[in-house]
T-cell receptor
Framework: DAGVTQSPTHLIKTRGQHVTLRCSPI?????VSWYQQVLGQGPQFIFQ???????GRGNFPDRFSARQFPNYSSELNVNALLLGDSALYLC?????????????FGPGTRLTVT | QKEVEQNSGPLSVPEGAIASLNCTYS??????FFWYRQYSGKSPELIMF????GDKEDGRFTAQLNKASQYVSLLIRDSQPSDSATYLC??????????????FGAGTRLAVHP
């Protein structure tokens, strides 16, 4: 079975622009979580979606938004990009949104904001 | 106090030795604990999860959990140079809305030398 897929792999944007990142979960998984990882730190939780509903939000500004589609794939949108948004954006897939659910990561999208 | 704390390392061990990685967490209500391995430039890979107090073994890996002490560890037996990576401890915590989120430590860098 295919694992979690993300697109694009790399992206370079300019300050003030908007970006959309995409994720497809493992087949059969209904929950997608998004994380931001900057160099030297662990991933930071941004959002979790389950059955198309938001099931948690981390401490990120409203410039960050996400949604989940009927086929359980997901998009992360970031508006008005800042230099500090440069990071590896990770999508993780799990069967459901409960605490006893293992999350499996995709390869990530590396975003560079110049 | 950080929610999940790990020593940043590097932890240097000789090939064939036991590597011991430690993690403490702040939320007494946490129920699930995960260890991820992350190679440089790659995304995190789930290697172990543990939900109950005690030890859980999988091949060369043993996860240990002590909820009373809010402590979780990972032992790697017969360490190999290919085990050299950053090991991330992740703890599931509930936010005020009752939603689950995975909180990561900053990771411990392990270096196994021949």
């Amino acid at each position: 079975d295919a694992g979690v897929t993300q697109s694009p792999t790399h992206l370079i944007k300019t300050r003030g622009q908007h970006v959309t990142l995409r994720c497809s979960p493992i087949s059969g998984h209904k929950s997608v979580s998004w994380y931001q990882q900057v160099l030297g730190q662990g991933p930071q939780f941004i959002f979790q979606y389950y059955e198309k509903e938001e099931r948690g939000r981390g401490n990120f500004p409203d410039r960050f938004s996400a949604r989940q589609f009927p086929n359980y794939s997901s998009e992360l949108n970031v508006n008005a990009l800042l230099l500090g948004d440069s990071a590896l954006y990770l999508c993780a897939s799990s069967f459901s949104s409960g605490s006893l659910n293992e999350q499996y990561f995709g390869p990530g999208t590396r975003l560079t904001v110049t | 106090q950080k929610e999940v704390e790990q020593n940043s390392g590097p932890l240097s061990v000789p090939e064939g030795a036991i590597a011991s990685l430690n993690c403490t967490y702040s939320d007494r209500g946490s129920q699930s604990f995960f260890w991820y391995r992350q190679y440089s430039g790659k995304s995190p890979e789930l290697i172990m999860f543990i939900y109950s107090n005690g030890d859980k073994e999988d091949g060369r890996f043993t996860a240990q959990l002590n909820k009373a002490s809010q402590y979780v560890s990972l032992l790697i037996r017969d360490s190999q140079p290919s085990d050299s990576a950053t090991y991330l401890c992740a703890v599931n915590m509930q936010d005020r809305g009752g939603y689950n989120k995975l909180i990561f430590g900053a990771g411990t860098r392990l270096a196994v030398h021949p």
